[in-house]
């Protein structure tokens, strides 16, 4: 039977209300226990981990499945492999940035700027290296940095290599973004040597969760229309679209519309002749 590792810390919460989402409800006994287990038949337990130690619980076969960010699989260098990215974070439904940051008044403007032996604060030791050496070809002293990295300038280093996703910790702490070294995700993954049926069982998971995420930014709009103006209304439909019923004078349909598009999708369907157009949201749109 397969197992997951959840994360624990800024993407547990965010974590847990997609799989919630996603029908995949973890049950706890208590909120600070760190075993548990998940409505689904394939996943035999889970437990939480610090998202910087699981790509290592994954890659070593400890846990079959997790989900992680794009920093902790590249800084780890574990040899894990991808199955779905998300885009969310702690507070927000789109991924963060690790960036290279100086103080406000620092005058250079891009990296290429810094000095040859600045000093470079980072939780990330691994890819500040790889970027300073392999990608800017610059020397850099690397300064490893467990947590509270931005207070570390100026008496220990003079810029930060750190996570940002609002920008309000560099704001608060007198330091500006000078460039985005990575962008980062939630991704879940499996080990390079994963079995066939923790990849299939990793699939499963990963079109649940999808779907979940997909619910979010769609909308199901059903759409009535007079008979002799259902050629013109069909041509607004999206690729997918089905007839719910109707009668000899009236067509009813359905379809899935992003949520940026309903708007005007509303009004090119009124103005083809739609008489309704209701708005419903979804739990789920999973799409193989
Ligand atoms: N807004 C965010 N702030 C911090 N981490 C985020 C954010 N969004 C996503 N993450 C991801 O979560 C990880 C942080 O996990 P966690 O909150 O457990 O912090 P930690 O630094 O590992 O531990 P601790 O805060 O206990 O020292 C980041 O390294 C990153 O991969
Ligand atoms: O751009 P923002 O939305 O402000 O988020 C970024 C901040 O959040 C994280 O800190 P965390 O709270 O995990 O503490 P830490 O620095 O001690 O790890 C990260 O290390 C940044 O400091």
């Known amino acids: 039977m397969v197992t997951l590792v959840l994360p624990t810390g800024s993407l547990h919460e965010p974590t847990l209300r997609l799989f919630d989402a996603a029908g995949l409800t973890v049950h706890r006994q208590a909120s600070r226990a760190l075993r548990a287990h998940v409505d689904f038949p394939g996943i035999e337990r889970v437990v939480f981990g610090k998202p910087r130690e699981i790509p290592g619980l994954v890659a070593d076969g400890v846990v079959d499945l997790g989900l992680t960010g794009t920093d902790w699989i590249e800084e780890s260098g574990a040899k894990v492999e991808v199955v779905h990215e998300f885009q969310y974070s702690k507070t927000t439904s789109a991924g963060w940035r690790v960036v290279l940051a100086v103080p406000v008044d620092h005058p250079a403007r891009t990296a290429a700027d810094l000095p040859a032996g600045v000093r470079v604060a980072s ?8 970027y300073f050496e392999e990608e800017l070809g610059q020397e850099a002293r690397i300064v490893h940095s467990h947590g509270s990295t931005e207070a570390k300038v100026p008496d220990l280093a003079d810029a930060v290599l750190e996570i940002v996703e609002t920008g309000d ?8 973004e ?34 979940a995420r997909a619910a979010t930014e769609h909308a199901l709009l059903t759409v009535v229309a007079p008979a002799d103006c259902w050629d013109r209304v069909r041509q607004e439909l999206p690729r997918y679209w089905w007839l719910l019923g109707g009668d000899p004078e009236t067509v009813v349909a359905q379809a899935t519309y992003e949520l940026r598009g309903v708007a005007e999708a509303i009004t090119r369907l009124t103005q083809a002749g739609a008489v309704q157009v209701v708005e419903t949201p979804m739990r789920k749109l999973v799409t193989a």
């Open 123 to 130: 939780e990330y030791p691994a890819i500040a290296r790889r």
């Open 169 to 176: 910790t560099l704001r608060h702490n007198d330091l500006r």
């Open 178 to 211: 000078l460039v985005v070294v990575r962008r980062c995700a939630v991704q879940l993954v499996v080990a390079t040597q994963a079995d066939p049926v923790v990849r299939a069982t990793a699939e499963k998971v990963a079109l649940l969760l999808k779907g």
